[in-house]
């Protein structure tokens, strides 16, 4: 596992072995503030715990500074093309900036937006993308290989070390997969700091969850990354469960129950999905939706028995009746009419406070 350095953004710790932290981007124009208020909100209640937001021009920097009074969540400033527009976002009371340095406009103007970040206290995070690596970088590696993205962050990265400003996430990413993981990779064994992850531009729906999740679950399994964001077309709050679901199949944080289930085959000896209907049911019905708990439904006897009992629920299914699982033994037999009240009962005990799942 790499351990990073801390950095702090507003309330939340990225880095330095603290949980991997869920951000997402508003889409609103910034400036409209219901608009952005109202999304925000939506995506805190998703489980987003830092937001970023664009400040393309200067209405957009003086409403966040109205934003920030009105919500709990950390703010990130994005900024492009105009320094001053990062000066005006730190004064608005961003918790953290985000800079591109291929276009904030040369050394002078990045060096007055680290003065301000390093007198506030709060940090910078380095965006490299692979469409804006330096021209003459991308000449050198021949494209924008995972070697020119790590170079243009090494050498912005020399710049604020020589300014004595530490405060930094870094994030390195490109829409092809193979170069964002290379290029983590390389910039975990070569630096200390946090990083943000993530595909940029995934794309849309499941083309888009599915090359997010190989990307970003590829290097969090290897301890590599300490904050990410799942870049999808369309809503942001789309992106929440989903970032959600990789840390938990990640095995990094729960977020709430679990629920494990075979594919079905010709053995599935049991209504398998109406099962899982049943489960799903009890836990909306009874607001389960916050607990750790892990379920197992298993159609048939050959890995059925073995999987419920790892589970803290599971069901393993026969012809016309099911074994029901609490904590790897054997609780019940029922006919399958009866298992779905039989199901109830049993979960219903485990999350109760005489159980030992109630957080």
Do not use: W
């Not at 103007?109 to 003459?136: C, F, H, T």
């Amino acid at each position: 596992m790499r351990q990073s350095l801390a950095v702090q953004v507003g309330s939340v710790t990225v880095g330095g072995g603290a949980p991997v932290s869920i951000q997402s981007m508003t889409n609103t124009d910034t400036a409209d503030l219901e608009a952005t208020l109202a999304q925000i909100n939506r995506l805190v209640e998703a489980g987003c715990e830092i937001v970023r937001l664009a400040v393309p021009d200067e209405k957009a920097a003086q409403t966040l500074a109205v934003i920030k009074k009105n919500v709990n969540v950390p703010l990130v400033a994005d900024i492009h093309f105009d320094y001053r527009l990062a000066i005006m976002a730190i004064k608005a009371g961003a918790d953290k900036i985000r800079i591109n340095p291929g276009n904030i406009g040369g050394e002078e103007k990045l060096s007055r937006i680290i003065d301000l970040a390093g007198e506030k206290g709060i940090p910078i995070r380095i965006g490299v993308n692979a469409g804006s690596i330096p021209r003459e970088v991308r000449a050198r590696h021949g494209g924008a290989s995972a070697e020119a993205l790590v170079e243009t962050v090494v050498r912005t990265l020399d710049f604020f070390e020589r300014h004595k400003f530490e405060k930094i996430v870094l994030s390195l990413k490109a829409a092809d997969v193979t170069t964002m993981v290379q290029a983590y990779e390389e910039v975990a064994r070569r630096v200390p700091y946090p990083l943000h992850l993530g595909i940029t531009e995934a794309g849309r729906g499941l083309k888009g969850i599915v090359k997010s999740t190989l990307g970003i679950g590829a290097l969090l399994l290897k301890g590599i990354g300490d904050t990410l964001r799942v870049s999808l077309t369309g809503d942001p709050v789309e992106e929440i469960p989903v970032a959600r679901e990789i840390l938990q199949a990640a095995g990094l944080r729960r977020f709430g129950p679990e629920i494990i289930s075979c594919p079905t085959c010709a053995r599935c000896e049991i209504d398998l999905p109406a099962v899982v209907d049943i489960v799903e049911d009890i836990i909306k019905k009874n607001k389960l939706s916050a607990l750790p708990v892990k379920f197992a439904v298993m159609g048939c006897p050959v890995n059925g028995p073995g999987e419920a009992r790892e589970a803290d629920v599971g069901v393993s299914g026969g012809r016309g009746f099911a074994i029901i699982f609490k904590e790897g033994k054997v609780e019940k037999k029922v006919p399958f009419t009866d298992l779905a009240e039989a199901l109830q009962d049993t979960i219903m005990e485990l999350v109760s406070p005489a159980g030992n799942k109630t957080t």
